[in-house]
């Protein structure tokens, strides 16, 4: 028994190794200016007038009270909370916190069903992979523990390793997660596939139908729960509308379905391959409800970028088991002593502590990372070179005219400088389809001052790396004057 205890604590070792890599990974991920800013503008709002907005508000190109639906509302309150308790590093540790907390139950989860912490670090090194592309600060932070837990506690209550009060925690949680985040539809779609999934093991006579009832009430009462936030069932509509926005869905890359490119995509791949493999030789096999769950969250990844996390979270428990059963048993080394693995699992994440924000800029990083983000700028730690601080500032002390923005920078716009009113931002959905159309050909000097003319603008800011072609055409363009030029952003002001 002790030999198995001191080999235990070797094995988890591995799983360790991997959580504190994705540590370091993610407390590293700069800050785009696109989905951070203008949240923070409105849980600052909402906090200061105790009410929660339903209008435009700052884009000039449709009418201030153009109504919108801020369904993230709790989600920006806590970010702007945190902001002013502790600057820009208070939310960016939040967020590093939630992903390893995150990760480190699914990890868990993973280990439990494949007994073994080196099959577990396998998978979580897959899950962790393709979610490299949604670690950025933003509300999505709050839904990665709901999910992970809504997850973990339906497929322990399946295994019968749960008691049916432990579900009564998911109702209360779904309180939250509505109000916080959009992703919260994830959670009646678990539900949904554990009650199907327990159904079609009942009629194979895998189980007792007796124990979809505690699931069944679950279920009910959590559809309840998403009542309680200030749109009532029209919450449900708001993720359609969002969901099926065309210009969402045709321009924006996220909503994409993932190409063979990039770290995060061919991850993503790679473990659609594994998990075939595993499929294939592994002595344990699918049960229905693992099979409806990495179906549905497959097809969910297959059809949007943003959706590849959910898929690897999900997936990572299921394929460590299936490659418990695919590969033959480790062979054992000699094992050190248990005291020395603790203390080796403790230093592991002395780099992770290091890289939070109150001390990273002390780290000698590679000087092409350092590239990338403001260093020693007051507006906070880690935020990229794409975010327009220079510019804005330059604004700020020459304001006015109507102005014409690349579309990230409207959200530090609103933000840093509400007053100065915005061309777009990343309020997808609030804009019309025609709009962003012309937003896109300016952006690749297509007949771009007859556009800017049409909506009467006389003042650029763009950035001249997304929107190079532009760049290139106004220094050629008489018409044309450059006022101003920074890091990344350009600002033009039309001649008179």
């Not at 109507?402 to 579309?407: A, I, S």
Request: charged share 15%; hydrophobic share 50%; no cysteine.
């Amino acid at each position: 028994m002790r030999t198995h205890g001191i080999r235990a604590s070797i094995d988890l070792l591995w799983f360790t190794v991997v959580l504190a890599a994705f540590g370091v990974l993610v407390s590293l991920v700069p800050l785009p200016p696109n989905d951070f800013w203008w949240h923070l503008k409105i849980g600052a709002l909402i906090l200061d007038e105790r009410r929660i907005p339903a209008t435009n508000m700052f884009g000039w190109t449709l009418p201030p009270d153009a109504p919108f639906t801020y369904g993230a509302w709790l989600g920006e309150v806590l970010l702007a909370w945190l902001y002013r308790a502790g600057g820009l590093p208070l939310p960016t540790f939040a967020r590093n916190l939630l992903a390893l907390a995150a990760f480190a139950l699914i990890g868990w989860e993973a280990k439990r069903r494949s007994g073994s912490g080196r099959l577990a670090a396998l998978a979580l090194t897959l899950a962790a992979g393709m979610a490299l592309n949604n670690l950025v600060l933003r509300p999505q932070i709050w839904s990665w523990v709901p999910f992970a837990i809504f997850y973990l506690l339906l497929a322990r209550f399946r295994e019968g390793a749960l008691r049916p009060r432990a579900l009564l925690l998911l109702p209360p949680l779904m309180a939250f997660w509505v109000n916080a985040h959009g992703a919260f539809i994830l959670g009646p779609v678990l539900l949904l596939l554990f009650l199907t999934g327990g159904a079609l093991e009942a009629l194979l006579g895998q189980r007792p139908l007796s124990t979809l009832r505690p699931l069944a009430g679950t279920a009910a009462l959590t559809l309840l729960a998403l009542l309680l936030n200030p749109q009532g069932i029209g919450i449900l509509g708001y993720v359609h509308r969002l969901l099926t926005d065309r210009p969402s869905q045709t321009l924006v890359v996220e909503w994409a379905s993932p190409t063979p490119h990039g770290i995060a995509n061919v991850t993503f791949y790679g473990s659609i391959l594994v998990l075939l493999l595993a499929l294939a030789y592994s002595r344990h096999r699918l049960s229905p409800t693992e099979a409806l769950l990495l179906v549905a969250f497959l097809w969910l990844a297959w059809n949007g970028q943003r959706y590849v996390i959910w898929f690897g979270m999900v997936a990572a428990p299921i394929l460590a088991r299936l490659l418990a059963g695919a590969l033959p048993p480790w062979p054992w080394p000699s094992p050190p002593p248990r005291p020395l693995n603790a203390l080796l699992a403790a230093l592991l994440f002395l780099p992770v502590l290091a890289v939070q924000p109150w001390w990273v800029e002390r780290i000698p990083l590679p000087e092409a990372y350092w590239r990338q983000v403001w260093r020693g700028h007051p507006v906070g730690p880690l935020v990229g070179v794409e975010t327009p601080v220079d510019a804005v500032e330059y604004l700020r002390a020459r304001p006015g005219g109507r102005l014409f923005n690349e579309m990230g920078y409207g959200s530090y716009l609103i933000w840093a400088l509400p007053e100065q009113k915005v061309f777009v931002d990343p309020r997808v959905e609030l804009y019309p389809y025609e709009l962003w159309l012309d937003y896109v050909w300016i952006s690749r000097a297509s007949r771009y001052h007859e556009r800017l003319a049409r909506y009467g603008v006389d003042r650029l800011l763009i950035d001249k790396v997304l929107q190079e072609e532009l760049a290139r055409a106004l220094e050629e363009d008489p018409r044309w004057e450059k006022e101003f030029e920074g890091m990344r952003a350009q600002v033009w002001r039309k001649r008179q």
